[in-house]
């Protein structure tokens, strides 16, 4: 079946720094979608990307989906003690079924 | 309020005690899923139902069985559960599919198996 490896598995910044993670796939996928998980809570819906390239950005997170559609990532510029939790990436490969990365965790020390 | 519900938040059973976890959307979601997160592994597709008395089975079926009857609601059966099946689980809908809708998270039920 479809595999997404993400990686780091854990990253910690300090305040103000970048941030990036990085989500693999073995096969071409339809689209990509990014969630965030606060600590203790449940993953909330950031952004699709749909075409081959496409780099979306809100505020300081910039989405990239890679010209083969096989991988993306998520940047974070100086990050901030809000942004701390687990960054999730779900892939398609065009059917229902629902395949999520192994989640980055993001520490960001004051 | 536009949101997913799960009953209970939190449970601890024995081995081997049918249990379901419920869960409801009132948003008119035709797609439903269940997810299991475990450490290390992030989240895990269950099942899912893209409509109602349409389910299909996701990356780690064994051991549970879902039933959609009714659009809202999309519960998950443990029949006879198991330690390995101690987990944080968590109900989701969107749209239309899961795979181009948004979905939307319940706060999650953890489960412990004894």
């Known amino acids: 079946g479809q595999q997404v490896m993400q990686i780091p598995q854990y990253q910690h910044v300090q305040e103000g720094e970048d941030f990036t993670t990085y989500c693999n796939s073995s096969t071409t996928l339809s689209n990509i979608q990014w969630y965030k998980q606060r600590p203790g809570g449940h993953p909330v819906f950031l952004i699709q990307l749909v075409k081959s390239g496409e780099v979306k950005k809100q505020k300081r997170l910039t989405f990239q989906f890679g010209e083969a559609k096989k991988n993306s990532s998520l940047h974070i510029t100086a990050t901030q003690t809000t942004d701390v939790g687990t960054y999730f990436c779900?892939?398609?490969?065009?059917?229902?079924?629902?395949?999520f990365g192994t989640g980055t965790k993001l520490q960001v020390i004051p | 309020e536009a949101q997913v519900t799960q009953n209970p938040r939190y449970l601890i059973t024995v081995t081997g005690k049918k249990l379901t976890v419920t869960c409801s959307q009132n948003?008119?979601?035709?797609?439903m899923s269940w997810y299991r997160q475990d450490p290390g592994l992030g989240l895990r597709q269950i099942y899912y139902?893209?409509?109602?008395?349409?389910?299909d089975k996701g990356d780690v079926p064994e051991g549970y069985k879902v039933s959609r009857k009714e659009k809202r609601n999309f519960p998950l059966i443990l029949e006879s559960p198991s330690p390995n099946q101690t987990s944080l689980y968590f109900c989701?809908?969107?749209?239309?599919?899961?795979?181009?809708?948004?979905?939307?998270f319940g706060p999650g039920t953890r489960l412990t198996v004894l």
């Open positions: 989701a809908s969107s749209l239309t599919s899961g795979s181009i809708d948004t979905q939307y």
């Open positions: 948003m008119n979601h035709e797609y």
């Open positions: 779900a892939a398609s490969g065009g059917y229902q079924k629902v395949t």
């Open positions: 139902s893209m409509n109602v008395e349409v389910t």
